[in-house]
């Protein structure tokens, strides 16, 4: 049962955003440590467009920008070798991880400007007024939805992963039945 495969929260004193981040890091550190070379560049065509690497990429882009005193979602490091070399990515995270560690309960009340594209049809953005805590809950969101979506490519190459894996915490948390 997926109540029984959740891990216990840390157990360190950090802000629940930092907690969530920090969760969805030790997700992409355990399957980045699983996975061949080969199976972090394969395409699970028609499924998907994208590899695990330019999932993996993708949200690692993100969270850098979330690390940044002015937050641009959308810059991209397309085609870095982060897509195809497992290492560099497993690297990163680990960074990211020493700064979320770094980060305070103060610090998610931080005043931070997000500037990100709303037009499908013309290059136009919107500057929003947001907090670090606030970013921070968007970004592990949004690395689970790409779990979600690398756990296609993953059930398409038949490796097995957690149960959680690509999960959103509200799902684990109705399936341990708290409200």
Not at 3 to 32: F, I, T
Not at 69 to 78: H, P
Not at 87 to 94: D, L, P, Q
């Amino acid at each position: 049962m997926l109540a029984r495969d959740s891990k216990p929260s840390l157990n360190a004193p950090y802000a629940v955003e930092v907690e969530g981040g920090l969760d969805v890091a030790a997700q992409a550190l355990e399957l980045l440590h699983q996975l061949s070379d080969d199976q972090y560049q394969f395409v699970a065509a028609p499924y998907l467009q994208s590899s695990i690497g330019q999932h993996m990429r993708h949200i690692l882009d993100v969270f850098h920008a979330a690390s940044a005193q002015e937050i641009d979602y959308d810059v991209r490091r397309r085609a870095h070798p982060v897509e195809t070399d497992r290492e560099i990515a497993i690297s990163e995270w680990r960074h990211l991880c020493e700064w979320l560690e770094s980060l305070s309960e103060a610090d998610m009340d931080s005043a931070i400007n997000v500037r990100h594209e709303v037009s499908l049809n013309r290059q136009a953005a919107a500057t929003s007024a947001s907090t670090l805590g606030r970013e921070l809950a968007f970004v592990s969101s949004h690395a689970v939805h790409h779990f979600a979506l690398i756990r296609v490519s993953l059930s398409v190459q038949k490796i097995s992963v957690a149960e959680t894996f690509g999960l959103a915490p509200a799902t684990l948390s109705h399936f341990r039945g708290e409200q």
